[in-house]
């Protein structure tokens, strides 16, 4: 006999989890069986194939790129939104003059839809009329294509990118400094300990648990948000900007190759999976928490 | 003479961190002679912005985001409440293994599936409508988890109290959990409504028409198609799309940034 309470609770669970199941559990089930089937192709069914389609993206250009693409992408605007964040973060902590109109001016773009966001920076990456070439030109400046030089391409997403998110960690980072006691400041203050001995001993220590989330934010961020290379190079030139996301969207919905576009989605399931097991089983191990 | 520097450096971050959405606003409002040219007097219009307003459905585009955002907002509250109560407050065998299924989702997130939710979409046949574009998002693993954490808070004598009332299981989390609940309430909805406000991808792909695009995708279509490169047109529809929640913001910037913050601390 199931107790009532058991009944009760499911009754309130179901709902949320049958949608739950049905567009997250389902769809990834579906997606690692599809990564080892052919893509159906008119009349004609999809036919197991084993591990073909990952054979077919070992052997893939285009896909190593990505993965390297998103790698550096990812290695970049981390490290760079989240110290940026930090010191964002530090700076609107303290006495500072017109302090709310810098905290504002840090937080806007977070606001902005990311599309919105490529559209302004496309305009300033054009070549001769964009603001970057306008500003260089007075400086004597030769013209850039910033978006359509291989070189240049990527590091203009991880701008836009860093552009975009350094704001949104910088909160995180207010709200714990903005937690922690006044008398360890005083404390130091007293022994005549530095500023940076303090910053470095104390509150760095301190942030470790915000820090820890604003990683795995930026992380899946980094692997997860693909509308700006959308908006502003659809990965080219010559696949310089192409990301993962970007590739599955390209794979799935420009090609039609859906079996493809499943592998590569099971590779990156994959990875985020590896990339949370390593911050939350080795790097979480190291967070102190209060 | 340290302090002061620090001063002139986070002065000069946030100058920099404006400049490129001052410059938009300066493109915007000017004709589009102007748009890489300074001059204290150029000309203010709001040309651009009509213009904009009649070159693509922009109407139906914010039509289409409104009833998007409300449904995944009401959804989402109708849904996980029931839920994050559940697994707060009853016991039930299976419940940690249950409560873990749900929240592999904010690892494996539905923004990542498109492939395999455009096929569940195209067999239920609702591909091209609005509430496909919805459907991944409305049993939140975010939404759950975060409303759970505030029941659990709930002292458990103001429960026990209105359970000696007769109160039903149902009408103790209507009336006691829900109401004491409300600022987290207002931290998710502002997070659920900009994150949906903005959200892109998976729209693009379930949608192929003026009827249920929403306003990020019909910004999209309209800057890279209809438009060629008049970049004052492009510059005030971004600004257009984006000012609901950009005017949202400044006003209410208090509880914007304070929302973020709870439903961030976990």
Redesign the interface.
Known sequence: MI?R??L???A??L??????????????V??VV?SFYSTPKGSRPPRFVGVDNYAALWDDVVFWKAFWNNLWYALATIPASVI?AL??AL??N?A???RA?????????T??????VA???L??F?PD???FD?VLSLFGGARHNWLGEPATALPAMMVVAV?KEA??FM??Y???LQAMPPDLQEASNLEGGSRWYFFRRVTLPLLMPTTL?VLVNAV?NA??V??HV??MTRGGPNNATNLL?YY??EM??RFWD?AM??TL?VV??VM??AL?WLQFGVFGKRVHYR | MTRTLEIIGAWMLAILWVLPLLYAVWTAFHPSEYATNFSLFAPLTLQNFANAWDAAPFARYFLNTTMLVSLILVAQFLLCTPAAFAFARMNFPGRDIVFGIVLLQLMIMPDVLLVGNYRTMARLGLVDSILAIALPYLGSAFGIFLLRQVFRSVPQELDDAARLEGSSLLGRMWRVYVPLARPTYIAYGLVSVSYHWNNFLWPLVITNSVSTRPLTVGLAVFASTDQGIDWSIITASTLMTSAPLLVAFLLFQRQFVQSFMRAGIK
Do not use: K
């Open positions: 107790r309470e058991t009760q609770a499911w309130l669970i709902p949320a989890l049958v949608l739950l199941v049905a567009f997250t559990h389902w769809p990834a579906t997606t599809d940026l010191a964002m700076a609107v303290t500072l003059p017109g109109l810098v905290r504002m001016a840090y937080f806007t773009p606001m902005l839809p990311m599309i919105a559209n302004i920076w305009f300033f054009t009329y964009g603001l306008h552009w704001g949104f909160i995180f207010l709200a714990a989330f899946i692997f997860r693909v509308d959308v908006v996301l599955i969207y799935g919905f859906t576009a499943a989605t990156l399931l985020l999976g949370a």
